[in-house]
């Protein structure tokens, strides 16, 4: 017999989660090679940095789609965490007492901000680098 599973758990309204990715085709009027990734990326790494000086939830939150997912890895707490959905991940980084700051980009070629397609989802990948009290990160 295999141990049970909860009715629910953080963040999920039903274990294990149900979700659909959000549609993240492009519109057919944009087009592919007037996007600039690194433009899109900088601006929202911008925004998040803001939101998260000024501790702001509404503006922090507006940042992740409904089905975002945020994986802590030992960074904003000493545990390994994964929060679901905006309201778990701004309660999860807003309420971290690291100091979480000097968000920057990564420009290298391996991990720079690019435009990536599988199938029909398009989608902007990039990889940035932070700074807590205790010492460097870097994410994806």
Same mark, same amino acid.
């Given at each position: 017999m295999s141990p049970s599973m909860p009715a629910t758990a953080e963040g999920f309204a039903t274990y294990p989660p149900r979700t659909a990715l959000p549609p993240l085709c492009l519109d057919a009027s944009t087009a592919r090679e007037r996007i600039n990734a690194s433009e899109v990326v900088n601006k929202w790494i911008a925004a998040l940095s803001e939101a998260i000086d000024k501790k702001c939830v509404a503006a922090f939150e507006s940042l992740f789609?409904? =089905? /975002?997912w945020w994986r802590?890895?030992? #960074?904003? $707490?000493?545990?390994?965490a994964s929060k679901y959905g905006p309201p778990a991940i701004s #309660?999860?980084?807003? +309420? /971290?007492? $690291?100091g979480?700051? =000097?968000v920057t980009a990564v420009q290298t070629p @391996?991990?720079? &901000?690019?435009? =990536?397609? @599988? +199938? &029909? #989802?398009? *989608?902007?990948q990039a990889g *940035?680098? *932070?700074m807590t009290k205790f010492g /460097?990160?870097?994410?994806?």
């Open positions: 789609v409904q =089905e /975002s802590d890895l030992v #960074a904003l $707490t000493w545990n390994v #309660a999860h980084v807003l +309420g /971290s007492t $690291t979480l700051g =000097e @391996l991990l720079g &901000p690019r435009l =990536e397609q @599988l +199938g &029909p #989802a398009v *989608f902007i *940035f680098t *932070f /460097s990160g870097r994410g994806s």
